[in-house]
Nanobody
């Protein structure tokens, strides 16, 4: 099975920036779609962004224009550059490998990494 390891989370003030990284390893189905979801306290997990091997991207409306997803083309490594962070961005962020760009389910998940507004 796939193993996904997230890094780069932490405390950040509103208006600040943070960059998350995720590397997938183990039993992988080749180079595949990678993405991020998040779960805020007391709320359901929600989609944030995803990117296909060819570079097609999709974003949640709440992060469009502020977040940018990218990937290492040769590896199953994905990044999430988060700018102009808001208090409502506070959540545990989860990396996904293998879920379709417009799919709601599927793929493998990382353990999650905390992003917290320190304002």
């Amino acid at each position: 099975q796939a193993q996904l390891v997230e890094s780069g989370g932490g405390l950040v003030q509103a208006g600040g920036s943070l960059r998350l990284s995720c590397a997938a390893s183990g039993r992988l189905l080749g180079i595949n779609t990678l993405g991020w979801d998040r779960q805020a306290p007391g709320k359901q997990r929600e989609f944030v962004a995803a990117i296909t091997p060819g570079g097609n991207t999709r974003y949640a409306d709440s992060v469009k224009g502020r977040f940018a997803i990218s990937r290492d083309g040769a590896k199953n490594t994905v990044y999430l550059q988060m700018n102009s962070l808001k208090p409502e961005d506070t959540a545990v962020y989860y990396c996904n490998y293998g879920r379709g760009l417009y799919s709601a389910v599927g793929g493998s998940w990382g353990q999650g990494i905390q992003v917290t507004d320190s304002s």
